[in-house]
C-alpha cells in the first residue's frame, strides 16, 4: 500500500544530506551558538554558514534569514514583524 504523508509541520523526515550534515552537531560539536567559549563559537560559525547557505538557496540576503527553535517562536517573529 502507498501512503501519503499529509503532516509534515508537525514532523518530517529528513533528507539524508541534512542528516550527514547535522550529524556532528548532535554528538561532537553540540555548543550553544550564544556562547563565548570555543564550542560556543564553532555552533555559531556553523549557523552562520547555513544562514548564506539558505539565503543563496532561496535568493535573498543573509541579515533577511532568521532560525527559530519551534514553530510558536517562528509564528510569533511573523506576527510581530507584521505589527
Do not use: C
Not at 523526515?13 to 564553532?42: E, I, T
Not at 540576503?61 to 506576527?79: D, G, I, K
Amino acid at each position: 500500500m502507498h501512503r501519503i504523508y499529509l503532516d509534515n509541520q508537525s514532523g518530517t523526515r529528513l533528507d539524508a544530506r541534512v542528516l550527514q550534515s547535522m550529524l556532528p552537531y548532535f554528538d561532537q560539536q553540540y555548543g550553544n551558538a550564544q556562547s563565548m567559549h570555543s564550542l560556543g563559537q564553532q555552533a555559531k560559525d556553523a549557523m552562520e554558514k547555513a544562514r548564506v547557505q539558505v539565503a543563496d538557496l532561496i535568493g535573498a540576503r543573509n541579515e533577511e534569514m532568521y532560525f527559530t527553535a519551534t514553530a510558536s517562536e517562528a509564528n510569533n517573529l511573523a506576527v510581530k514583524g507584521i505589527a
